[in-house]
T-cell receptor, first 114, second 110 residues
Framework: DTAVSQTPKYLVTQMGNDKSIKCEQNLGHDTMYWYKQDSKKFLKIMFSYNNKELIINETVPNRFSPKSPDKAHLNLHINSLELGDSAVYFCASSPRAGWDEKLFFGSGTQLSVL | TQLLEQSPQFLSIQEGENLTVYCNSSSVFSSLQWYRQEPGEGPVLLVT?????EVKKLKRLTFQFGDARKDSSLHITAAQPGDTGLYLCAGATNAGKSTFGDGTTLTVKP
């Protein structure tokens, strides 16, 4: 059983399109995240949800909108895709948010905007 | 903004050699995690260190948290090709936000 699963694995699309990435965790964790990894492998947090409530929202363009229908799911919708959005997007979960946060990552979605 | 700098950024060694990777910051963290990431996969948690000066061992890997909880090191003894990957440190604060280092890419040649 995959603990944190995200789909699709690869996403190739044209500039200006709207796309979604889905994420589900079966670990019973309270907290879920979206991270972006750039071409230099730097991982940066985008959003964090705790029990469906948004708790972290880094300076991310409004074109990015996360949605958490329940604490096991966190989806990411991106409007009007731009070339600079090309990256690998990782979903992650942790038992709880806090000082001892341990992250469990999905296998990533490689987004290529042409 | 809390920054974590890792050194070296790239490391290529022969099987059987020892190595140390460093993770440094000017900020104090409540805990620090080390992850390993392989191509096409997400990072996998290796260890969490919490107490200043703490040392944890995971087989051939030894992790240390600095006394002031601002830095950490990862030492690998007798490296094997299976250790190849991207090593990431991440510092967590009470606010529950992990800041990742810029990564160390390790290649162990047979």
């Amino acid at each position: 059983d995959t603990a944190v699963s995200q789909t699709p694995k690869y996403l190739v699309t044209q500039m200006g399109n709207d796309k979604s990435i889905k994420c589900e965790q079966n670990l019973g964790h309270d907290t879920m995240y979206w991270y972006k990894q750039d071409s230099k492998k730097f991982l940066k947090i985008m959003f964090s949800y705790n029990n469906k409530e948004l708790i972290i929202n880094e300076t991310v363009p409004n074109r990015f909108s996360p949605k958490s229908p329940d604490k096991a799911h966190l989806n990411l919708h991106i409007n009007s895709l731009e070339l600079g959005d090309s990256a690998v997007y990782f979903c992650a979960s942790s038992p709880r948010a806090g000082w001892d946060e341990k992250l469990f990552f999905g296998s990533g979605t490689q987004l290529s905007v042409l | 903004t809390q920054l974590l700098e890792q050194s070296p950024q790239f490391l290529s060694i022969q099987e059987g050699e020892n190595l140390t990777v460093y993770c440094n910051s000017s900020s104090v963290f409540s805990s620090l995690q080390w992850y390993r990431q392989e191509p096409g996969e997400g990072p996998v948690l290796l260890v969490t260190v919490v107490t200043g000066g703490e040392v944890k061992k995971l087989k051939r890997l030894t992790f240390q948290f600095g006394d002031a909880r601002k830095d950490s090191s990862l030492h690998i003894t007798a490296a094997q090709p299976g250790d190849t990957g991207l090593y990431l440190c991440a510092g967590a604060t009470n606010a529950g936000k992990s800041t990742f280092g810029d990564g160390t890419t390790l290649t162990v040649k047979p």
